[in-house]
């Protein structure tokens, strides 16, 4: 399993479910799906969201060397 991080490719909105995705090996869009019917039930599914946008961190870029 890969860290768990927020990719700087195939984000939509923050990178969160992208990121989740990826550490867990499910596909984005699969993890993109269970966000949004989740949020059909009660319970703090945006507060989680934006609390993980603001924690986890970005993927870091390749770096060249010069």
């Known amino acids: 399993m890969s860290a768990l991080v927020r990719p700087r490719d195939g984000r939509w909105i923050g990178g969160v479910c992208a990121g989740l995705a ?13 966000f949004i019917v ?6 703090p ?11 986890l961190p970005n993927e ?3 770096s060249t060397a010069w």
């Open 22 to 34: 990826r550490r867990f090996g499910m596909p984005t869009g699969l993890m993109r799906t269970i």
């Open 38 to 43: 989740s949020c059909l039930l009660p319970g």
């Open 45 to 55: 599914q945006f507060l989680i969201y934006i609390a993980l946008w603001v924690l």
């Open 60 to 62: 870091k870029s390749a």
